[in-house]
């Protein structure tokens, strides 16, 4: 994993950390001032997707903005993802570590990521874009549930 900073990446890749800051805004927690996540997929052909958070008085329903990316460009035919960047804030619009995957969001990009027949490039920020990681879903989930495949 590399920690590097917004002025580090280039520029497909600041497009895709931007788009993830603009479905942001669009993030619904009313219960819980310590997560709110946008997301965006690069999708092969160059299309971006968003996702934003999703929250739930019934947490267990909640809905990882990944996730909702991804299940929004499913939704569009879209299955050739690339890569895919977080960014998250809380009420105060400050979050000082880089917001990562869950561990149930990181076995369902695995799903698209055997689509793929390759690896998933993830970037991972914090709200002012200061601390940024930048790595590979292979290096975040290494030995993924395979399903009895």
């Known amino acids: ?3 590097i900073k917004y002025k580090d990446l280039d520029k497909v890749e600041k497009d895709l950390l931007d788009s993830a800051e603009r479905a942001l ?25 968003l996702g934003s958070s999703v929250a739930n008085a019934s947490s267990t329903v909640n809905l990882c903005a990944e996730r909702v990316a991804i299940a929004t460009a499913n939704t569009q035919g879209l299955r050739n993802i690339v890569s895919l960047a977080l960014i ?8 000082e570590n880089p917001v990562m995957p869950c561990g149930v969001c990181r076995q369902f990009m695995e799903e698209f990521l055997t689509m793929n027949g390759g690896d998933i490039e993830v970037i991972c920020s914090n709200s002012a874009k200061d601390k940024i990681i930048k790595t590979s ?11 009895g495949k």
């Open 1 to 3: 994993m590399k920690d």
């Open 88 to 95: 998250g804030t809380d009420s105060d619009g400050v979050v």
């Open 137 to 147: 879903l292979k290096r975040l989930l290494p030995l993924p549930y395979a399903g």
């Open 25 to 49: 805004a669009n993030a619904y927690n009313p219960y819980n001032t310590q997560a709110r996540v946008g997301a965006a997929v690069l999708i092969k052909s160059g299309e971006i997707v």
